[in-house]
C-alpha cells in the first residue's frame, strides 16, 4: 500500500518520521525489496565513534526479511530536488496515508 501511495504522490521529498527523504528514490528502493510482503521501517538513532567522539545520527531502520539497512536524513536529495514536500504518516487502521504541500 505504501509503494502505491508513493507512486501516486507529486511531492519530491518526504518527510518520514521528522526525516527528510527523497520520494522516488524511496520508492525505488521500497520496489527493489519486493521479495517480501512485509517491508518494517522504524525510526533508529545510531551511534558512530570517529576519533573518539561519540555521534548520534537519526536515521530510519528498514528492515525486510533477514536485510536490514539505514537511511540518513536527506537520503535520495540532491541540490536539484524540488523543494515540494508530502507527509507520510502511518495508521494501523489505513495503513498508509499520503498528504502533500507545497
Wanted: net charge positive; charged share 20%.
Amino acid at each position: 500500500m505504501l509503494v502505491n501511495a508513493l507512486s501516486r504522490g507529486l511531492a519530491d521529498r518526504l518527510l518520514l518520521m521528522d526525516l527528510t527523504i527523497g520520494r522516488k528514490g524511496l520508492l525505488g528502493y521500497l520496489k527493489a525489496l519486493s521479495g517480501s510482503n512485509v517491508v518494517k521501517i522504524v525510526p533508529s538513532i545510531t551511534n558512530g565513534n570517529t576519533s573518539g567522539e561519540r555521534v548520534a545520527d537519526k536515521r530510519l531502520k528498514v528492515v525486510c526479511g533477514s536485510n536490514t539497512s539505514y537511511l540518513e536524513d536527506t537520503a535520495w536529495v540532491g541540490d536539484k530536488t524540488p523543494l515540494t514536500f508530502a507527509e507520510v504518516r502511518i495508521s494501523p487502521n489505513t495503513l498508509s496515508s499520503l498528504t502533500s504541500e507545497a
